[in-house]
Nanobody, 120 residues
Framework: QVHLVESGGGLVQPGGSLRLSCAASGTGFSINNMAWYRQAPGKERELVAVITRGGITNYANSVKGRFTVSRDNAKNTVYLQMNSLKPEDTAVYYC??????????????WGRGTQVTVSS
């Protein structure tokens, strides 16, 4: 079994910063791409940032220049540094990983999400 656990969400004022973490636990696997998604109330889930195992990144236009995604392959952990936060960044943030088991086919795994609220 592979589990993803997000942490680091919370309440922050506009212009502030937060750092989210997502750690994959379990045995007998490695992680390929990892990504952060978010879902605001009444809206569809959207891709925020993605990072390959080799460190290539891509971002949604709405967060470019403000958010930075990184990862530690040894720890099977992905991070999302969020700066200059805006009220429209308020959402539940989800981590997704493409899991490569030592045997069998790859599959996707989602975390349960962490709430980020940007408000004064």
């Amino acid at each position: 079994q592979v589990h993803l656990v997000e942490s680091g969400g919370g309440l922050v004022q506009p212009g502030g910063s937060l750092r989210l973490s997502c750690a994959a636990s379990g045995t007998g696997f490695s992680i390929n791409n990892m990504a952060w998604y978010r879902q605001a109330p009444g809206k569809e889930r959207e891709l925020v940032a993605v990072i390959t195992r080799g460190g290539i990144t891509n971002y949604a236009n709405s967060v470019k220049g403000r958010f930075t995604v990184s990862r530690d392959n040894a720890k099977n952990t992905v991070y999302l540094q969020m700066n200059s936060l805006k009220p429209e960044d308020t959402a539940v943030y989800y981590c997704k990983a493409v899991v490569l088991p030592t045997t069998g086919y790859s599959f996707e795994r989602w975390g349960r999400g962490t709430q980020v609220t940007v408000s004064s």
